[in-house]
């Protein structure tokens, strides 16, 4: 199959769809890879290691797209990638679409067969190409987050760690998952104290096991006194998820009301919508904004910080998908492995995927029925 990994246009993304050692292996299984010049740069990868590799270099992002019957890429096609995709044509990337209607309608409209890396699952329900992503963005969550809390960025001026003889600064954070947990695990690494609300009872459990420290606390969602929890903390932490879906709103705006003034925001979940009511999506070049006098770190691609580990985690992650994917037909590989069926969210110009179809209140069909 011709497989392509063009460069990423969107803002301040410098990952890439796959690194050298990836696209070697797919080589090796005879696979033809077009990568357009420079699209590893921003993950400290050159042209020449891709050529090392096996890959054809091309310089016009169109012949990318014109010859590739696969695309594998990092984030949504972009407004003029839309534009090039064709009928038929397979698009392997993170599409976060639940949000994003009109993004939705120009992929239904092109045709291409849309895979999204946020919903395949493993044999236990666990998202496996979420999870070095969501790991990655809990732990620089809460690094962004002890910077926006310093004075010349709007904050409060509070240092998490405290010193001797003061109390450490108070983090919050909405969602047990990975994302939640890592950002909790470098918090209590900095000396903060550390509040985590997770309404799943077995996850609860879990969660004291690993955190064993004075400093932790987890609480279920019900009997919560947020408006007394809010005026403690000086950092609230968005990383509760529902796959596929729109994320919950877990902060009205009257809500700020009840921070202090210079406290912390750090939304993860704003490419699924947002967890607060006044998340909007930020940039790594202009990553914060203040609302209700509270700074708001609401970047839309935040591992993207850290690209070459992010781009090395991800590729090693995707790589036995795109191999199934190159290796037949795509309705073949859908019945063979329904854990990569989970992920097919548009289909030759139907929307396949249920959460998606839920958040935005239309109508869908199973992959089966269309392809």
């Not at 993170?94 to 890396?117: E, F, K, M, Q, W």
């Not at 969550?141 to 002890?146: I, S």
């Not at 709103?249 to 006044?278: H, I, M, R, Y």
């Not at 708001?296 to 998908?321: D, E, K």
Request: with cysteine; hydrophobic share 45%.
């Amino acid at each position: 199959m011709r497989i392509g990994v063009p460069k990423e246009i969107k803002a301040q993304e410098y990952r890439v769809g796959l690194h050298p050692p990836a696209l070697a292996a797919l080589i090796q299984q005879g696979h033809r890879v077009l990568v357009e010049s420079g699209a590893g740069l921003g993950s400290g990868y050159s042209d020449d290691e891709y050529q090392g590799a096996g890959a054809t270099l091309v310089s016009s992002v169109a012949e990318l797209y014109r010859q590739a019957e696969l695309i594998v890429k990092v984030k949504e096609p972009q407004a003029e990638e839309v534009a090039q995709l064709r009928p038929g044509q397979i698009v392997f990337c993170y599409l976060h679409l639940a949000p994003n209607r009109s993004l939705t309608d120009a992929l239904i409209a092109s045709g291409a067969h849309c895979i999204a890396y946020e919903t395949i699952t493993d044999d236990e329900g666990r998202l496996p190409l979420l999870k070095p992503m969501s790991e990655i963005a809990g732990r620089l969550a809460t690094q962004a987050g002890a910077h926006c809390l310093e004075k010349a960025q709007g904050g409060s001026g509070v240092l998490l760690g405290s010193v001797a003889g003061l109390d450490p600064g108070h983090v919050l954070i909405f969602g047990g998952g990975v994302v939640g947990s890592n950002a909790a695990d470098v918090a209590l690494g900095m000396g903060a104290k550390v509040t985590l609300i997770e309404p799943f009872s077995p996850r609860q459990n879990s969660l004291r096991a690993q955190f064993t420290h004075d400093r932790f606390t987890v609480r279920g969602g019900k009997n919560l006194d947020l408006p007394r929890l809010l005026a403690e903390v000086d950092m609230v932490i968005g990383a509760a998820l529902v796959p596929g879906a729109a994320a919950p709103k877990l902060l009205s705006a009257e809500a700020l009301n009840w921070l202090a003034p210079g406290s912390v925001l750090v939304d993860v979940a704003v490419d699924q919508g947002g967890c607060f009511a006044t998340t909007r999506p930020t940039t790594h070049l202009a990553p914060t904004y203040v609302e209700s006098g509270i700074v708001h770190y609401c970047v839309a691609n935040i591992p993207s910080a850290v690209a070459r580990t992010a781009t090395q985690a991800l590729s090693l992650s995707t790589l036995p998908f795109v191999l199934a994917l190159a290796a037949q037909p795509l309705k073949q590989a859908l019945s063979a492995a329904p854990n990569l069926a989970h992920g097919l969210s548009v289909a030759d110009g139907h929307l396949c995927c249920a959460a998606v179809a839920g958040a935005q209140q239309r109508d869908f069909r199973r992959w089966e029925s269309v392809l």
